[in-house]
């Protein structure tokens, strides 16, 4: 819908927000949720990576080579 999409530390919404990511910018997944709901994607700022809602990404390639991952 073009708003930001938040970054939040851990994969859930009770985890604070960390900052946002413009509308149409790509990111590097590393990891994603047991459940497939949050992705971890890298960004410079925080090296553990950050962590953005699945259903409001768009993703280009094969999620289920991307190994599952806690917080």
């Known amino acids: 819908d ?6 939040r530390r851990g994969p859930g919404l009770t985890y604070p927000v960390l900052g946002s990511a413009p509308n149409g ?10 459940d497939g ?3 971890r994607v890298e960004v410079p700022e925080w090296e553990k990576g950050v962590w953005v809602y699945a259903a409001l990404t768009a993703v280009a390639g094969d999620l289920a080579v991307v190994p599952n991952v806690g917080e």
């Open 25 to 34: 910018l790509l990111l590097s997944v590393s990891g994603r949720s047991e």
């Open 37 to 39: 709901a949050w992705l």
């Open 2 to 7: 073009g708003r930001p999409l938040n970054l």
